[in-house]
Structures are given as structure tokens and as C-alpha cells.
């Protein structure tokens, strides 16, 4: 039982150092964290299993390459009011 708890407690350190603490330290808005999250559990939710990495790939460089597009990350939040 020891074991268990010393294993839960490796996995609340790696969760925590890898993932809460550079979330905290972000230069970035939480909306923009928010949105990423959004478009990567949209591509995972597609049966398209093989290409969904593509898909994500295609859809980071289109609104990279072109700011425009950027209405496909924040459409479904509502504005500010």
C-alpha cells in the first residue's frame, strides 16, 4: 500500500510540475490556453484517426500564417459583456 501512495504522490508532482506550473507561468492569456485546449479536443473528437495530427498541424499554420483566421479560435466565445 506504501508503493501506491508513493506512486500517487510521483504522479501529483509530475502533473503539477509539468503541467499546472508552466500553465500558471504563461506569458498568455488563460483564453488563449483555453482555445488551444478547445481546437485539440475538437480534432481528437473526429473519427478521423490516422490524420487527426495533421489536421492539427494544418489548422495551427492557417491561423499562424494568417491572422484572419484567427475567428476559428475564439467563435465560440461570446464577447466581452
Not at 500517487?8 to 488563460?30: D, E, G, M, N, Y
Not at 490516422?50 to 464577447?79: E, H, K, Y
Request: glycine share 8%; hydrophobic share 55%; aromatic share 12%.
Amino acid at each position: 500500500m506504501a508503493r501506491f501512495h508513493g506512486l500517487i504522490a510521483r504522479v501529483r508532482r509530475l502533473v503539477r510540475f509539468r503541467l499546472v506550473v508552466p500553465l500558471k507561468r504563461s506569458k498568455h492569456a488563460p483564453e488563449a490556453t483555453a482555445r488551444g485546449v478547445m481546437i485539440g479536443v475538437f480534432w481528437a473528437l473526429t473519427p478521423l484517426i490516422g490524420i487527426q495530427m495533421i489536421l492539427v498541424v494544418l489548422t495551427w499554420l492557417a491561423v499562424r500564417w494568417n491572422p484572419r483566421l484567427d475567428f476559428i479560435c475564439w467563435s465560440p466565445w461570446p464577447g466581452p459583456g
